[in-house]
Nanobody
Framework: VQLQASGGGLVHTGGSLRLSCAAS????????MGWYRQAPGKQRELVAS???????NYADSVKGRFTISRDNAKNTVYLEMNSLKPEDTAVYYC???????????????WGQGTLVTVSS
């Protein structure tokens, strides 16, 4: 299974970006999909996650500005980011918790990361 993240880039404060992360390979089911970020010199942190039922969870710092969604048919998760701030600058990683076959347990899989830079 491979996760391919895309959509990062350079924007000004107040701008918007939409990140996508698509999984490919043999996948039986995916429970949680999420986005994490890691800024220089800081630990990786959860930005947002979405369960198989559509329940969402957001970091306090992004509530009201970011929206996570998923397309199960495409094994893809999205992160709509609005009102971006310089402190949102980081490498954003997607993470899927999935089962490759009905007989295997769930494992976490990570994407390669996409850089988001917000200039002031």
């Amino acid at each position: 299974v491979q996760l391919q993240a895309s959509g990062g880039g350079l924007v000004h404060t107040g701008g918007s970006l939409r990140l996508s992360c698509a999984a490919s390979g043999r996948i039986f089911s995916t429970s949680s999909m999420g986005w994490y970020r890691q800024a220089p010199g800081k630990q990786r942190e959860l930005v947002a996650s979405i369960s198989s039922s559509g329940s969402t969870n957001y970091a306090d710092s992004v509530k009201g500005r970011f929206t996570i969604s998923r397309d199960n048919a495409k094994n893809t998760v999205y992160l709509e980011m609005n009102s971006l701030k310089p402190e949102d600058t980081a490498v954003y990683y997607c993470k899927f918790i999935l089962r490759r076959t009905s007989h295997r347990p769930e494992y976490p899989y990570w994407g390669q990361g996409t850089l988001v830079t917000v200039s002031s």
